[in-house]
């Protein structure tokens, strides 16, 4: 799933340089997809810093010309990986549409937003994998609209075994610059944080559904 050791090393390093990483296992964050977890990952604080977000836009170029090759479509996954996808779409000189989590309620009630045709390659953007859930609504949407995915890269995957099963289930190819394994392993190289909240992240990696529940 990811897809350069060397690129989730420094994109890890990057991370946590910006506190974009935050941890409480005593008040645990809830996702969208109700899961409880110690950590929390904010990838939009990248693009408050040129040099990291100019070097996550040039991996992602790196990824799809290598992976996925020729593509007519640049999408990006509302709301997080806008930015980043326009930047990629930018650098190659393609269209980018973004995908809503849900239909507007009001005007054209779009769920995709910009303009693609049926039967364009796409490669999606996103800034962050959880369960894979919400990052596949949009990959779905884009099929219903006539697009062919090619696949999906991401800044960060928390590296779920559920998120692995879904992607695997949609037949979606997902690329990611880093994961929750390097983002720890980095973590603990630079005192980020401490033994107890090491073992703490480790067993919700090793169940988080059931984690905080003993």
């Not at 640049?74 to 973004?98: D, M, R, S, W």
Request: one cysteine or more; a neutral charge; glycine letters at 6%.
């Amino acid at each position: 799933m990811v897809y350069n050791k060397e690129i989730a090393i420094t994109i890890s390093e990057y991370l946590l340089q910006i506190k974009a990483v935050k941890l409480n296992t005593k008040e645990p964050f809830t996702w969208a997809s109700g899961l409880k977890s110690p950590i929390y990952c904010d990838n939009r604080k990248t693009l408050s810093f040129p040099k990291i977000r100019t070097y996550i836009r040039q991996q992602f170029v790196k990824i799809i010309n290598e992976e996925y090759g020729s593509v007519d479509l640049i999408a990006g996954v509302a709301t997080g990986a806008i930015a980043h996808g326009v930047l990629v779409a930018q650098e190659l000189g393609l269209p980018f549409v973004y995908v809503r989590s849900a239909e507007k309620k009001h005007g054209l009630e779009n769920l995709i937003e910009g303009n693609y045709e049926s039967g364009q390659s796409v490669v999606v953007i996103e800034d962050l994998v959880s369960t894979g859930k919400s990052s596949l609504s949009a990959v779905e949407a884009l099929r219903s609209g006539g697009c062919k995915v090619k696949g999906m890269v991401a800044i960060f995957s928390y590296h779920l075994d559920k998120a692995n099963e879904n992607f695997k289930k949609a037949k979606c190819q997902l690329s990611t610059l880093s994961d929750y394994n390097e983002l720890i392993t980095q973590a603990v190289k630079n005192n980020y944080i401490s033994e107890k909240e090491l073992k703490s992240l480790e067993k919700w990696r090793e169940d988080p559904e059931k984690w905080g529940l003993d």
